[in-house]
T-cell receptor, first 111, second 115 residues
Framework: GQQLNQSPQSMFIQEGEDVSMNCTSSSIFNTWLWYKQDPGEGPVLLIALYKAGELTSNGRLTAQFGITRKDSFLNISASIPSDVGIYFCAGVILNFNKFYFGSGTKLNVKP | DGGITQSPKYLFRKEGQNVTLSCEQNLNHDAMYWYRQDPGQGLRLIYYSQIVNDFQKGDIAEGYSVSREKKESFPLTVTSAQKNPTAFYLC??????????????FGPGTRLTVL
């Protein structure tokens, strides 16, 4: 199937630092989604992106839909301990109504 | 309030037994999905259904079966043919949202342990 390359795999940062992660693919997607998963829970949708070049914010989170439609980026500003978790990207091909997920970025925030 | 429910949260079964995981949604979504997640890994698609009485195999359907008799419900059966069934199972549903896109929402998950 389609493959999404998500990086980095894990991050260890200090509280207050900014964080950046990204997903890239060889395929073109119509929609990019970003999720956060806490241990033992289901992923929660953070941001949805629908157009190439789109930049969308949700509080301290900002995500961008890459111009080529093959990549997306998520930034978290001024990280706090509750940002700890695994962040997943997902690319969607509308015609097939299928979702392709990255392998996740595990974020650790040191108080 | 609206959402996706999965039950039970934790499930223990003996090897060789079939087990059915429940997934219900009251979001009026047409499409529903089952994913498997192993420790430290991403999500792998087991089955999905875009409409009642129709479903398609995902990437790892062997050893699993599903039914979609009602729009709200999409139960997953883990059969004895599944060689390594211990995992975290996530149900999801989707709708077309925004100006031209699609969003998928997840249930809380069921952790299945086969002893």
């Amino acid at each position: 199937g389609q493959q999404l390359n998500q990086s980095p795999q894990s991050m260890f940062i200090q509280e207050g630092e900014d964080v950046s992660m990204n997903c890239t693919s060889s395929s073109i997607f119509n929609t990019w989604l970003w999720y956060k998963q806490d241990p033992g829970e289901g992923p929660v949708l953070l941001i949805a992106l629908y157009k190439a070049g789109e930049l969308t914010s949700n509080g301290r989170l900002t995500a961008q839909f890459g111009i080529t439609r093959k990549d997306s980026f998520l930034n978290i500003s001024a990280s706090i301990p509750s940002d700890v978790g695994i962040y997943f990207c997902a690319g969607v091909i509308l015609n097939f109504n299928k979702f392709y997920f990255g392998s996740g970025t595990k974020l650790n925030v040191k108080p | 309030d609206g959402g996706i429910t999965q039950s039970p949260k934790y499930l223990f079964r003996k090897e060789g037994q079939n087990v059915t995981l429940s997934c219900e949604q009251n979001l009026n979504h047409d499409a529903m999905y089952w994913y498997r997640q192993d420790p430290g890994q991403g999500l792998r698609l087991i089955y999905y259904s875009q409409i009642v009485n129709d479903f398609q195999k995902g990437d790892i359907a062997e050893g699993y079966s599903v039914s979609r008799e009602k729009k709200e419900s999409f139960p997953l059966t883990v059969t004895s043919a599944q060689k390594n069934p211990t995992a975290f199972y996530l149900c999801a549903s989707s709708i077309f949202g925004g100006t031209s896109g699609i969003e998928q929402f997840f249930g809380p998950g069921t952790r299945l342990t086969v002893l």
